[in-house]
């Protein structure tokens, strides 16, 4: 018999949100964090907005997991008072040229069953009087929630549910043996290892690292990753009430734009940007030479802000499948079986809106596992 029935790579918002819905089903669960706590990746550096589900194609999983996960965080939040705010989106074409796309983005928003609400100039300007707009759109199921209590919450949901939940733990090798997993681990320069019948591979940036020790060619899987850094500047509090709900232009092709995320304790900053990193480097630092190029797309939305109201805030990365310039790719959520690794599940390119779908995610890989 396996030491462990379920063993999940990965301690962010995903591997976290899997192991609290599969804990108590499953028995026992391992879930394997390297850091020394869990969710300081990704899962503590991004907007903390929850998507309503406009921008992704009709029928993928980006759409799919991202509405029924919006649906479920509210629920989720509301039951366990996890703090949140449904404060609503306004998407705004700062020019007469960029009607048109908003008119398309409306239409793929709704086609994925979102409520949204076309809003006139005049409209939009009762809502946000001080920015820029030709027209917009209104989000009303848009919201922004804490990441790190909805973490804490699946976390302690996992706990009591029976995981085993390891931190300084770094899995370097996994090898499929005797009809279940061989998994080593490091901790504290200590290698050992153990087995589990079933794996699910939530490690977010290093997930083709994970997939490749698991003996998957990735880049004939087409698994490989780009990291991509998102940064933000923020605003003084004195220039934070200029907008009252989360502000975005109509996106371009890569990026869905800088926009104006304010958190739940009122503050306002404008991000992230679209930075593709050439060689793997954590490295979170803002550089504060972009701060002229970020207040140009800031006045786009709000021309009253001047370069020197921004100061450098945080930064995080994506784990972006398409490399820079292609087109926007899927999640990757798939058992292994036909790669010859029955009970394996990869979850790669979990970038946006990852948090938002975290709660769905976790159903589906309940499902796959049963
Ligand atoms: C700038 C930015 C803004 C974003 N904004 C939003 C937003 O507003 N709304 C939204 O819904 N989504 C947003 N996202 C996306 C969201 O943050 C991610 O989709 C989500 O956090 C991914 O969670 P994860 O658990 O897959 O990855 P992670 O949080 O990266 O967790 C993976 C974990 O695996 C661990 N790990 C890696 N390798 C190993 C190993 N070998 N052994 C053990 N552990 C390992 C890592 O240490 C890490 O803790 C944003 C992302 C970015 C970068």
Redesign the pocket.
């Known amino acids: 018999m396996a030491d462990a029935s379920v063993t999940i ?9 899997i192991a609290a819905e599969i804990s108590g089903k499953h028995s026992p669960v391992f879930l ?4 020394p706590k ?14 309503a589900g406009i921008y992704y194609q009709h029928g993928s999983l980006k759409a799919i997991l ?1 509405l029924e ?1 919006n649906r479920l965080l509210y629920e989720l939040c509301e039951k366990h008072q996890i703090p949140h705010r449904r404060i609503s989106k306004v998407i705004t074409a700062t020019r007469n040229s960029e009607l048109e796309e908003l008119e398309r983005l409306y239409r793929l928003g709704s086609g994925n069953g979102v409520e949204l609400k076309m809003l006139t100039a005049h409209e939009i300007l009762e809502l946000e009087p001080n920015i820029v707009t030709a027209g917009g759109m209104l989000s009303p199921s848009t919201g922004i929630i804490s ?1 790190h209590a909805l973490m804490d919450f699946y976390y302690h949901t996992a706990k009591d549910r029976g995981a085993e939940i390891q931190t300084h ?4 090798g996994i090898e499929r043996k005797n009809g279940c997993y061989e998994l080593t ?1 490091e901790e504290g320069g200590q290698r050992s290892s153990f087995t589990s019948e079933r794996v699910v591979n ?6 083709d ?2 997939a490749g ?1 698991a003996g998957i060619d990735v880049d004939a899987a087409h698994y490989r990753l780009h990291w ?5 500047f923020a605003l003084p509090n004195s220039l934070s009430k200029c907008v009252s709900h989360l502000v975005y232009p109509v996106p371009t092709k890569h990026s869905l734009g800088v926009h104006a ?1 304010v958190d739940l304790g009122g503050r306002l900053k404008f ?2 940007d679209v930075e593709y990193l050439s060689a793997r480097t954590m490295d979170y630092a803002v550089d504060e030479s972009k701060r002229h190029a970020f207040a140009e797309s800031v006045r786009r939305i709000l021309p009253h802000v001047r370069d020197e109201d921004l100061t450098p805030d945080m ?5 972006k499948l398409q490399a820079e310039g292609d087109p926007q790719k899927d999640f990757i959520i798939r058992e292994e079986s036909d790669r010859g690794l029955p009970g394996f599940i990869d ?1 790669i390119g ?9 709660p769905a995610i976790a159903k589906m890989v309940e499902k796959m596992l049963a």
């Open positions: 790579i990965g301690g962010g918002v995903v591997g976290l949100a394997l964090e390297r850091r869990y969710g300081t990746e990704t899962s503590s550096r991004n907007s903390e907005v929850i998507h991202c996960g990441a733990c770094n899995v370097v681990i939530a490690a977010g940036l290093e997930a690292t994970i020790l991509c850094k998102g940064c933000y995320v991000g992230p930064s995080g990365l994506r784990p979850l979990i970038e946006s809106p990852g948090l938002t779908a975290s």
